[in-house]
């Protein structure tokens, strides 16, 4: 456990809340996680804390030959609410993130990823959704490393952020650090606001304004957990609802 309280130079913390983290320094140390050659394991992580509490989340996660892992991460609560998930895939290894941050008043919320591909024919998927308003800042920075005998390797990250005021903050850091010359890749990420044309489409088939907002910023945050089995996903997007609700 580290007793150095990380400054702004620690690109992981670059965007962080270092003033609240100092109130709760040092953290837990992480969680680790053994997945067995041809096993599979499914995480959900909601947090969802108090307003005024700092809450940080470590994982660190091993994935043998053949192995599997999803996360469905919902990152709610707290003054600092922060995710972090460090996974190393073995060769034919899979990795599935979908997450979901939603953040008003002066929260800063964070996921933070490390996906490290050691061997050939591992594969990973990463869809980040965002919802901001007030003076809330979202981070999410997500690393993607390829070994250079990772051949075959295939990864992807999607990182899109929707503000509800131009007073919040998202920042977006997909990054890939490649050393195999057989590989596929891909990282996006966007930042914007409602589609006016959608909310206008919505509005003339009868909607109220508040509840065309309310049904667009729903699907866009669904997309994170499309991937999970029905009753994780009603259980996450009734959990995301309801923390919409409170910021519009």
């Given at each position: 456990m580290s007793?150095?309280?990380p400054t702004r130079r620690d690109e992981a913390w670059r965007y962080s809340d270092l003033a609240a983290l100092g109130g709760a320094w040092p953290v837990a140390e992480p969680e680790h996680i053994a997945v067995p050659?041809?096993?599979a394991i499914a995480r959900v992580v909601v947090q969802d804390a108090a307003p005024d509490a700092v809450a940080v989340q470590d994982y660190v996660i091993d994935l043998a030959a053949g192995a599997r892992a999803t996360f469905h991460v919902l990152n709610t609560g707290?003054?600092?609410?922060?995710v972090t998930i460090d996974v190393t895939l073995h060769e034919g290894a899979h990795f599935e993130l979908g997450a979901a941050m939603l953040g008003g008043a002066e929260q800063t919320l964070e996921i933070v990823t490390t996906v490290r591909h050691v061997e050939p024919h591992a594969t990973s998927n990463q869809l980040v959704r965002s919802v901001l308003g007030a003076r809330a800042?979202?981070?999410?920075?997500?690393?993607?490393?390829?070994a250079r005998h990772a051949q075959k390797t295939d990864a992807s990250q999607s990182v899109k952020a929707m503000l509800l005021a131009r007073t919040a903050t998202a920042n977006a850091k997909p990054?890939?650090?490649i050393f195999a010359d057989d590989v596929k890749c891909a990282h996006g990420a966007t930042v914007g606001e409602l589609d006016a044309m959608g909310l206008f489409y919505l509005q003339s088939r009868g909607l109220p304004p508040a509840e065309a907002k309310a049904l667009l910023l729903q699907a866009f945050i669904a997309s994170a957990f499309e991937s999970a089995d029905d009753a994780t996903r009603e259980t996450l997007e009734a959990a995301a609802q309801a923390a919409l609700e409170k910021l519009l």
């Open positions: 007793l150095t309280l050659a041809g096993a707290g003054r600092l609410g922060r800042t979202g981070s999410y920075l997500g690393k993607v490393a390829v990054e890939l650090e």
